[in-house]
């Protein structure tokens, strides 16, 4: 995967940096590369959404805290914002409030750039698990924290019993009109922030966010034959959205561990398993170690060590389809560090009748 960049270098801060150093430093990268500054521009929104991750982690306190402990292996298992595959509604509704709005340059002649609720902000989390599990396929529960419409307003904001009132600045327009020359510019209204509504009595326990964060444990069904630093889709697992637009989806990075004997290429596995000069000479049936047991393996008379000998569906199961792969064998004949005095007795007179064999060698190599 990817190398990821430090957030602290990403937003060009201290790591003692205070939270509003964080904000300012943030507000300042995203107009500088705000979508609507560089259209068209698949670098500049890169960029911009590069720093909205980084945002994300470092202007909440328990993210912060875990990154600087582990670094970004802190944040493996805990629930992220996943921004670099987010749309940038996803992002423009998460920090609507920095931007003042969707828009930092406010739209021309009044057309708006809003079309209909906004999705959901997406989430991303990381789970090992072991080679095994990858191919038999696994349940997770993976516990997260996610904002969700606040349980003692139902998501308006406003304390109970009230409710958000029009916006006497923009009269519920959301979007102000200034005086450009000839021309009539629409900006978002600085009051509201372009929702058209303000909250007068704000709700105790959100503070007028209409969002709370809430604890989620959640089971993901990981299916046979997953292979290492494989990103699932969970529909609908991620924050809820605003307006009554769709939820945003959790991604789960999953990362397999190595096992000690086998290594994976797709669906194929590949092991490498000593056998005697005698087995390998005359041949013999040896046991295989697969991932369901032993197997048997025949090896043919005079196989040479290095010699790779398959097994038909042994492998790992194919994703997502039928069947499985095949187990590739490598043949490493040993050489025995000590002998007997019999075994050497034996292989002298062994090594005379082969003698006729190498002397065969020696007269095609130089003709005689």
Known sequence: MEEKRDYYEILGVDRKATTDEIRAAFRKLALKHHPDRNPGDKEAE?????????????????????????????????????????????????????????????????????????????????????????????????????????????????????????????GGRGQVLRSAGFFSIGQTCGRCGGAGQVIADPCGKCRGAGVERVKREIKVQIPAGIEDSTRMRVAGQGEPARGGGAPGDLYVDVFVKAHPFFKRDGADLFCELPVTFASAAMGAEIDVPTLDGRAKLKVPKGTPSGQVLRLRGQGMPVLNGRGRGDLHVRVVVQVPAKISKRQEELLTEFDKLDAENRKGFWEKLFGG
């Open 46 to 170: 890169r960029k911009f959404k590069e720093i909205s991750q980084a945002y994300d982690v470092l202007s909440d306190g328990e993210k912060r805290g875990k990154y600087d402990a582990h670094g970004h292996e802190g944040l493996r298992g805990f629930a992220q914002r996943d921004f670099q595959n987010a749309s940038l509604d996803d992002i423009f509704s998460a920090f609507g409030d920095i931007f003042g709005g969707e828009s930092i340059f406010g739209d021309i002649f009044g057309m708006s750039r809003r079309r209909g609720p906004s999705k959901g902000t997406s989430l991303r989390v990381e789970v090992e698990i072991d080679f095994k599990e990858a191919a038999a396929g696994c349940e997770r529960s993976i516990s997260l924290w996610r904002h969700e419409p606040c349980g003692a307003c139902g998501g308006s904001g406003a304390r109970a019993g009230t409710g958000p009132e029009v916006c006497g600045e923009c």
